[in-house]
């Protein structure tokens, strides 16, 4: 970062502090990871330059004979390592992949299905929120109360509403996703089955969860989750796709450029490439079978602390810690005082949710990026230690009922928490396990 220091030390501070930060905070957020340097380098490099729209080989622009090969080079390792028939690596985040296999199969005011949002899906796949609840008719299905999908409800949904395009997928869901049983589902209603895979990708391509290639008709995946690439997406079509519609990849293509998309990011695209190769490795398989066992050890762990876990526990790198018999609303305590010692992780809705989405009763947490550190389960047993005594730390907090009084006394507790010995002292512990697994020592700090 010397460049930057020179020309803009107050840019330079930031991004200085940011990475101090990563180096010694627990990173638990459970929808990021930590890059590697070789993508880093590949995401910083010259090919921010380039202008390519197109596909390999049918570019709008002269000039593109080497992008040509770093993106077929991405396309044909996606192809082998997810085993699916079509791939395309141009969509610039997760959520525009989405929009762009929305627009791909249906038109304004059809009918779609997703899970809920406050059950654990994601805000594309449907919710008021996002345009994708505004443009098309959304259905959407819920958790049980134990915390599993309800594919009863989901199937009575569908042959109800016969929607175009069924999701299956989320991002606060701890169990493995059922897709054979939505591929009957999506079968017997005649919709699309899309698997929206962000979260997991990198499990699949370990083998530590089942991959949706024969039940889903199309794939979608962020690249910079438990992938460990770069902040990207792409979106497949499986042979089960290719059966129910054989334009699949040409409407996919036709979606994403010209239908959403410009030029696409050439230097992201070779960040991808790069975190395939390293992901057909067969350190990759070790680290994504560690994350599982990582996120179990941590599971069991907080339970022997006395902390509640939706569905009882996690088959996958996520938990879903329910501080409901604590009190309602206990999630936006746990988050501000965890966040003061150090330790990374988000506030959440819960199964059976009784207080609110804004102030929640979980904590979603996971461990893709403690494990990319190279921690194991010893760790993990320190941190649901720690974890524990933060929250026993705020468990006599109680929410306000008025907006004003609520509002009022979380800024004076967020005051308070930042004086907190208590906390200051369990900063400092964490500070010490982090420094014992060294984040990026190349760049200093
Ligand atoms: C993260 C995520 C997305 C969106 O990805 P962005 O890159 O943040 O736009 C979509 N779907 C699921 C299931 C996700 O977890």
């Given at each position: 970062?010397?460049?930057?220091?020179?020309?803009?030390p107050?840019?330079?501070?930031?991004?200085?502090?940011?990475?101090?930060?990563?180096?010694?905070?627990?990173?638990?957020?459970?929808?990021?990871?930590?890059?590697?340097?070789?993508?880093?380098?590949?995401?910083g490099?010259?090919?921010?330059?380039?202008?390519?729209?197109?596909?390999?080989?049918?570019?709008?622009?002269?000039?593109n004979?080497f992008i040509?090969?770093?993106?077929?080079?991405?396309?044909?390792r996606?192809?082998?390592?997810?085993?699916?028939?079509?791939?395309?690596?141009?969509?610039?985040?997760?959520?525009?992949?989405?929009?762009?296999?929305?627009?791909?199969?249906?038109n304004?005011?059809?009918?779609?299905?997703?899970?809920?949002?406050?059950?654990?899906g994601?805000?594309t796949?449907?919710?008021?929120?996002?345009?994708?609840?505004?443009?098309?008719?959304?259905?959407?299905?819920?958790?049980?109360?134990?915390?599993y999908?309800?594919?009863?409800?989901a199937?009575?949904?569908a042959?109800?509403n016969?929607p175009?395009?069924?999701?299956?997928?989320?991002?606060?869901?701890?169990?493995?996703?059922p897709?054979?049983?939505?591929?009957?589902?999506?079968?017997?209603?005649?919709?699309?089955?899309?698997?929206?895979?962000?979260?997991?990708?990198?499990?699949?391509?370990?083998?530590?969860?089942?991959?949706?290639a024969?039940y889903?008709?199309?794939?979608?995946?962020?690249?910079?989750k438990t992938?460990?690439?770069?902040?990207?997406?792409?979106?497949?079509?499986?042979?089960?796709?290719?059966?129910?519609?054989p334009e699949?990849?040409?409407?996919?293509?036709?979606?994403?450029?010209?239908?959403?998309?410009?030029?696409?990011h050439?230097?992201?695209?070779a960040?991808?490439?790069?975190?395939?190769?390293?992901a057909?490795?067969?350190?990759?398989?070790?680290y994504a079978?560690?994350v599982?066992?990582?996120a179990?050890?941590?599971?069991?762990?907080?339970?022997?602390?006395?902390?509640r876990?939706?569905?009882?526990?996690?088959?996958?790198?996520?938990?879903?810690?329910?501080?409901?018999?604590?009190?309602?609303?206990?999630?936006v305590?746990?988050?501000?005082?965890?966040?003061?010692?150090?330790?990374?992780?988000?506030?959440?809705t819960?199964?059976g949710?009784?207080?609110?989405?804004?102030?929640?009763?979980?904590?979603r947490?996971?461990?893709?990026?403690?494990?990319?550190?190279?921690?194991?389960?010893?760790?993990?047993?320190?941190?649901?230690?720690?974890i524990?005594?933060?929250?026993?730390?705020?468990?006599?907090?109680?929410?306000?009922?008025?907006?004003?009084?609520?509002?009022?006394?979380?800024?004076s507790?967020?005051?308070?928490?930042?004086?907190?010995?208590?906390?200051?002292?369990?900063?400092?512990?964490?500070?010490?396990?982090?420094?014992?697994?060294?984040?990026?020592?190349?760049?200093?700090?």
């Open positions: 970062m010397d460049v930057i220091k020179d020309l803009d107050e840019l330079y501070g930031y991004m200085k502090n940011e990475l101090l930060r990563q180096q010694t905070s627990l990173e638990m957020i459970p929808s990021e990871n930590f890059t590697s340097e070789a993508v880093m380098q590949a995401v490099s010259i090919l921010t330059n380039k202008y390519s729209e197109g596909y390999p080989g049918k570019r709008y622009y002269g000039g004979e040509d090969g770093i993106e077929s080079l991405a396309i044909s996606a192809k082998s390592l997810f085993d699916v028939e079509h791939v395309n690596v141009q969509p610039y985040s997760g959520s525009p992949a989405n929009m762009e296999v929305y627009l791909a199969l249906c304004a005011g059809d009918t779609i299905m997703g899970q809920s949002l406050t059950s654990g994601h805000l796949h449907g919710s008021p929120a996002s345009a994708t609840g505004k443009i098309f008719k959304s259905i959407q299905y819920c958790v049980r109360e134990d915390g999908i309800n594919i009863d409800e199937r009575k949904l042959i109800e016969r175009k395009l069924i999701w299956i997928g989320s991002t606060a869901y701890p169990r493995m996703l897709f054979k049983e939505f591929a009957v589902i999506a079968e017997e209603t005649g919709a699309y089955l899309a698997a929206d895979i962000s979260h997991i990708s990198g499990l699949v391509i370990g083998g530590v969860h089942e991959s949706p024969q889903a008709h199309i794939i979608t995946t962020t690249t910079h992938l460990r690439g770069p902040r990207g997406a792409m979106i497949m079509v499986t042979r089960r796709g290719l059966e129910k519609d699949l990849p040409k409407k996919i293509d036709k979606s994403v450029f010209p239908g959403m998309q410009g030029g696409p050439d230097h992201v695209t960040g991808i490439a790069t975190a395939l190769l390293q057909s490795r067969p350190e990759f398989k070790e079978a560690q599982v066992k990582n179990k050890a941590l599971a069991e762990a907080l339970m022997k602390n006395g902390i876990l939706a569905t009882n526990g996690t088959d996958n790198h996520l938990i879903l810690a329910d501080l409901t018999p604590i009190a309602p609303g206990m999630g305590f746990a988050q501000d005082a965890l966040d003061t010692a150090g330790i990374t992780m988000n506030k959440n819960v199964p949710e009784q207080s609110s989405p804004f102030y929640p009763s979980g904590l947490m996971g461990t893709p990026a403690l494990t990319t550190r190279g921690m194991g389960e010893p760790e993990m047993k320190q941190i649901a230690g720690l524990g005594t933060v929250i026993r730390y705020v468990s006599a907090r109680r929410l306000p009922d008025g907006k004003e009084e609520r509002a009022e006394y979380l800024r507790f967020r005051a308070e928490i930042r004086k907190s010995r208590e906390l200051d002292d369990i900063r400092k512990q964490v500070v010490e396990l982090a420094r014992r697994f060294p984040l990026y020592p190349s760049l200093g700090t």
